[in-house]
């Protein structure tokens, strides 16, 4: 028995035997290595036929394991595929109405009596911030239909800015309108919201056999 051989029959000996059935049923090996798998598999009392059979129950039982875009799966895609969409109405609706009724005009020019220091820079970050995230959604939704590995982590990370963007834009809003108050009853309402679905969803993404099992690519 040459280096080569010492070492691969080394390697098999030390392999559990779920290792050794995958190997066995796959083949491949050169006339060599299957004589040295065949040896060990023996060694330790299995067959050609236990070897099938292992490994025919073990894909059955992934087989019976849940996967695929079923189940509670159904309304978190509802929910991504209807989250920039939302985004996008609020978007039109609340600054084309600031346009139009001249609000950017009365808060923004420096000649208007009642210009604010900082609006413009706010109203530009809250649509900036909001395409961004029109766009991770977008991409959250190619990850989920995809069903990438990626999707669970990107999915809690999205989850979790939304949070912190609901309490950090209050914050900077109170900083340009004196008559804000950081946490009015419209914001609570939201952060109570976000919260309860973090705290809902996010779980699911780290223990559902189903999340794990489905999102492999």
Partial sequence: MNEYEKNLKENYENMHDDMLLNLKTRGGQT?????LLDAELNRRGFTQETAIQTNLEAATEKINQPNGLRGWLILVGIG?????????????????????????QKFSSIDSPNYIPHFQSLM???VIFNLCMMIALIYLIYLFG?????FPKFFIAVSAI???????????????FDDVKVFDMETIKEFIKSLLFFGIWVPYMLISKRVKNTFVH
């Fill in 31 to 35: 006339a060599e290595a299957k004589i």
């Fill in 80 to 104: 991504i595929v209807f989250s920039p969409i939302k985004i996008g109405f609020s978007i039109v609706r609340t600054y084309a109405q600031i346009i139009n009724d001249g609000t950017w």
């Fill in 124 to 126: 530009l970050g809250e």
């Fill in 146 to 150: 995809s069903k990438s590995k990626k």
């Fill in 162 to 176: 939304s949070i912190v963007a609901i309490p950090l834009d209050s914050f900077l809003a109170a900083l340009v």
